[in-house]
């Protein structure tokens, strides 16, 4: 089975820290996803990537950014966290960039207060 | 810009009854739509993936349907038990594989 491991289930931060949202999938996944969910907003494609050190912005990327120094590896940073970033992320992952079946990690909730 | 949408919103069903959860989507020109089942403040569980070429996929009590010509997915769940109330999201993925969701159904089915 695919497993899309988030570091943690939930988060407590400060406004104007930095934080490190951590996923790591255990397929060999050439893509990797960020998503955000809100209330009454659903889910919100935050940044992606096809490869190995590559990104590409999604639907909401202002305030983020990512890292993906391994294949397996892809995170989420917030460099200055604000209320408005309370949240619950979730990292997937596919094979392929087209047509394949998307795999979720099991989220992070993050309050920043 | 392709839009999902999940009817109804809310569903309240008896154990033991068959259901049918409805997502619709405005373009045609789809590669696959996926089934997901979120519990409460957890991650999303892939239940089914039904290609833009098939018409029916099964997993179980689970059965997909897919009418591309008119836009329309249903998700339907025989003999219904209390440990399938969660929420239940339809997303059809642009292409890299971006996902575009439904806003979700809201199950429960009562024992």
């Known amino acids: 089975d695919v497993k899309v491991t988030q570091s943690s289930r939930y988060l407590v931060k400060r406004t104007g820290e930095k934080v490190f949202l951590e996923c790591v999938q255990d397929?060999?996944?050439?893509?990797m996803f960020w998503y955000r969910q809100d209330p009454g907003l659903g889910l919100r494609l935050i940044y992606f990537?096809?490869?190995?050190?590559?990104?590409e912005k999604g639907d909401i990327p202002e305030g983020y950014s990512v890292s993906r120094e391994k294949k397996e590896r892809f995170s989420l940073i917030l460099e200055s966290a604000s209320t408005n970033q309370t949240s619950m992320y979730l990292c997937?992952?596919?094979?392929?960039?087209?047509?394949?079946?998307?795999?979720f990690g099991q989220g992070t909730r993050l309050t920043v207060v | 810009k392709q839009e999902v949408t999940q009817i109804p919103a809310a569903l309240s069903v008896p154990e033991g009854e068959n259901l049918v959860l409805n997502c619709s989507f405005t373009?045609?020109?789809?590669?696959?739509l996926q089934w997901f089942r979120q519990d409460p403040g957890k991650g999303l569980t892939s239940l089914l993936l039904?290609?833009?070429?098939?018409r029916e996929q099964t997993s179980g009590r689970l059965n997909a349907s897919l009418d591309k010509s008119s836009g329309r997915s249903t998700l339907y769940i025989a003999a219904s038990q209390p440990g399938d109330s969660a929420t239940y999201l339809c997303?059809?993925?642009?292409?890299?594989?971006?996902?575009?969701f439904g806003a979700g159904t809201i199950l429960r089915v009562k024992s």
């Open positions: 997937a992952s596919s094979l392929e960039r087209v047509n394949t079946e998307a795999f």
């Open positions: 997303a059809i993925p642009q292409w890299g594989n971006k996902l575009v």
């Open positions: 039904i290609q833009s070429s098939q």
């Open positions: 990537s096809y490869d190995v050190k590559m990104k």
């Open positions: 397929m060999d996944h050439e893509n």
């Open positions: 373009d045609s020109a789809i590669y696959n």
